[in-house]
């Protein structure tokens, strides 16, 4: 374990977009051919935070339009333009669904609020962490599952190496890309990104982008 540890952090700490972009050309020419059309790699990276993490988690299965004016309405509730907890757990749940969010998600927000202020999730303490063991921290949270753990991971954490392979977004993006005739399944998808390795997160991004998405959170 070690050593895997070791290993992720050598290579984050020396992650090089040219290199990223020369190896995802060299590898695939049509993942070269929306390189090319798409331009430069300009991710947009988030905080690591209790916000984001909540972002992340009113963003499960809702269209990306939907889901902004929901976290919209919820960053003005919640008073000074920032999310805590503490922020959160003031707003009553019946605010909370006025805004918009599910009972389903109002419990996981309010839980993971809860769980923060105990000092259950240490956000700082995830970045020294290899990808697997950020998963297994914050999927012991109910209502965070790997989907939400890959977009902390790729936009918060800055992991180069990432493969939301559930997201539909990126099956619809592959699905047009590289001429599927269904939705890939997300078995397919990770067997077709084994070639993008070690820079799956870039790959991932440029896919998002050919749909015109705004890339995650």
Not at 79 to 82: A, M, Q, T
Not at 141 to 144: A, L
Not at 151 to 156: H, V
Not at 164 to 175: E, F, Q
């Given at each position: 374990?070690?050593?895997t ?10 992650f ?6 020369a190896h ?25 935070a ?23 309405r919820l960053?003005?509730?919640g008073?000074?333009?920032?999310l ?7 707003l ?9 969010l ?14 923060t ?7 700082q303490?995830?970045?020294?962490l290899?990808?697997?063991e950020v998963?297994g921290?914050?999927?012991a949270?109910?209502?965070?599952g ?17 493969m ?12 047009r890309?590289y ?6 399944s997300p078995?397919e ?28 959170l």
């Open positions: 374990m070690g050593r540890r070791s290993r992720e952090l050598s290579f984050r700490r020396c090089s977009v040219r290199r990223a972009l995802l050309k060299a590898a695939d020419p049509v993942m070269g051919g929306l390189i090319e059309r798409l331009g430069p790699y300009r991710i947009q990276y988030s905080p690591l209790f916000q984001t993490l909540a972002k992340a988690i009113v963003l499960q299965q809702l269209s990306g339009k939907a889901a902004a004016k929901i976290f919209s960053l003005e509730a008073g000074d333009g920032e805590t907890p503490a922020a959160l757990l003031r009553p749940p019946a605010r909370l669904r006025a805004l918009g599910s009972r389903q998600k109002i419990a996981y927000l309010r839980e993971l609020a809860r769980r202020l105990a000092g259950e999730l240490d956000f303490a995830l970045e020294e290899p990808d697997q998963a921290r914050l999927t949270f109910k209502g965070i790997l989907w939400t753990v890959h977009m902390l991971l790729i936009f918060a954490l800055r992991r180069p190496d990432v939301p392979s559930g997201d539909l977004g990126i099956r619809a993006a592959v699905r890309a001429g599927y005739s269904e939705l890939p078995a998808v990770e067997r077709l990104a084994e070639r993008w390795r070690p820079y799956r997160s870039v790959a991932s991004w440029y896919l998002w982008r050919s749909l015109e998405d705004q890339a995650g």
